[in-house]
């Protein structure tokens, strides 16, 4: 019983997730981006480093012949994609799913497992042994 890809995910969006719908989108979306141009970057340099050809590690599908391949062959426009025909199509409303969701704000913490180890951390503001950091610290200093 291990969800360590989901806690890894939920720690790395944990900033994101108090945010309004669009804006939590918009703030993944650029934290992928970044995560994506530093492994590019990563990748191209090991690859630049091996002394072999980049092209070697781009698949076929993403080379020009491949792109010109694909339109070479005539593509037909559906002929009824502007006005797509239903059954009771004067009633076709498409609902949101039935949801039941939970009163009051959702949790950001997750709840522990049965068993589960938590370890003891010294606080760097209040000095005190527990499983609080400076970030995190409640105690008021006077
Ligand atoms: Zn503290």
Redesign the pocket.
């Known amino acids: 019983m291990s969800s360590n890809a989901a806690e890894s995910f939920n720690a790395w969006i944990v900033d994101c997730r108090s945010l309004p719908i669009t804006r939590m989108v918009d703030m993944l979306r650029i934290k992928l981006m970044n995560m994506f141009v530093t492994r590019r970057t990563d990748s191209v340099a090991a690859i630049n480093r091996s002394e072999r050809r980049i092209d070697e590690f781009v698949d076929y599908y993403f080379h020009v012949a491949a792109f010109r391949k694909s339109y070479e062959e005539v593509i037909h426009p559906i002929p009824t994609s502007m006005r797509l025909e239903y059954e009771n199509s004067a009633n076709f409303d498409i609902l949101p799913p039935p949801t039941k969701r939970q009163h009051g704000r959702p949790k950001k913490r997750r709840i522990r497992s049965r068993g589960e180890q938590v370890r003891m951390i010294r ?6 042994l ?1 499983n ?3 970030k ?4 008021s200093l006077v």
Not at 123 to 128: L, N, Y
Not at 136 to 139: A, N, R, Y
């Open positions: 606080c760097g503001r209040c000095g005190k527990g609080h950091n400076k995190t610290c409640k105690e």
